[in-house]
């Protein structure tokens, strides 16, 4: 079974709207952390939000809010006023364990993200 | 600070060849990774060091070989290149600050093996 499901390759929002990128996981770990990740054209891998399975509260990072539902196992990534520079691969990763003891993200297939003017 | 930097940015190898891919970061990190992302796909794990003098195999060794040279430098070696090897090498490296343990990636390695 797929550890980390990102079932929409492939989305399209307006500029200045919200858009929410899904992601689902799998583990038995009480203690794991949820990450997002963006890719822009150019390649490199750019940390956005972390969300540790204890944590009470939502992540939030500037415009970047993470919708953590642990019951359902899902970890949404919320994009609030969407600029023409958000357009790029996003990718939820997951860590099995322990952050003092468990080094191994687990990465699923990405969205593509698309903002039209 | 530059962070993370991997070295080179492109290579082109033929079938058998083998290569050495540089990875070094300047936050004073325990742990540093290589992953390797295929077309449409995300990120694999390939093998980790922990801390300094440590290395683990991740989900996708097969082929390859690393050395944990310092705290800063951790190599990746293909021995013997496949085209199979094709694909975009990223080097990551984390410190467990307090908070999370997020993973700061380098700008990654194409390589194409023919």
């Known amino acids: 079974a797929q550890k980390i499901t990102q079932t929409q390759p492939g989305m399209f929002v307006q500029e200045k709207e919200a858009v929410t990128l899904d992601c689902t996981y799998d583990?038995?770990?009480?203690?794991?952390?949820l990450f997002w990740y963006k890719q822009p054209s150019s390649g490199e891998m750019i940390f956005l939000i972390y969300?540790?399975?204890?944590?009470?509260q939502n992540a939030t990072e500037g415009r970047y809010s993470l919708n953590f539902q642990k019951a359902r196992k899902s970890a949404n990534l919320v994009i609030s006023a969407s600029q023409l520079g958000d357009s790029a691969m996003y990718f939820c990763?997951?860590?099995?364990?322990?952050?003092?003891?468990?080094?191994?993200?687990?990465f699923g297939s990405g969205t593509r993200l698309l903002v039209r003017p | 600070n530059a962070g993370v930097t991997q070295t080179p940015k492109f290579q082109v190898l033929k079938t058998g060849q083998s290569m050495t891919l540089q990875c070094a970061q300047d936050?004073?990190?325990?742990?540093m990774y290589w992953y390797r992302q295929d077309p449409g796909m995300g990120l694999r794990l390939i093998y980790y060091?922990?801390?300094?003098?440590?290395?683990d195999k991740g989900e996708v060794p097969n082929g390859y070989n690393v050395s944990r040279l310092n705290k800063r430098e951790f190599s990746l070696r293909l021995e013997s290149a496949a085209p199979s090897q094709t694909s975009v090498y990223f080097c990551?490296?984390?410190?467990?600050?307090?908070?999370?343990?997020?993973?700061?990636f380098g700008p990654g390695t194409r390589l194409t093996v023919l």
């Open positions: 969300q540790g399975s204890y944590d009470q």
């Open positions: 990763a997951m860590r099995e364990g322990p952050r003092d003891s468990s080094y191994k993200l687990i």
């Open positions: 060091s922990a801390s300094e003098g440590t290395t």
């Open positions: 936050m004073n990190h325990n742990s």
């Open positions: 990551a490296s984390s410190g467990h600050p307090p908070g999370t343990d997020t993973q700061y």
């Open positions: 583990t038995s770990d009480p203690s794991y952390g």
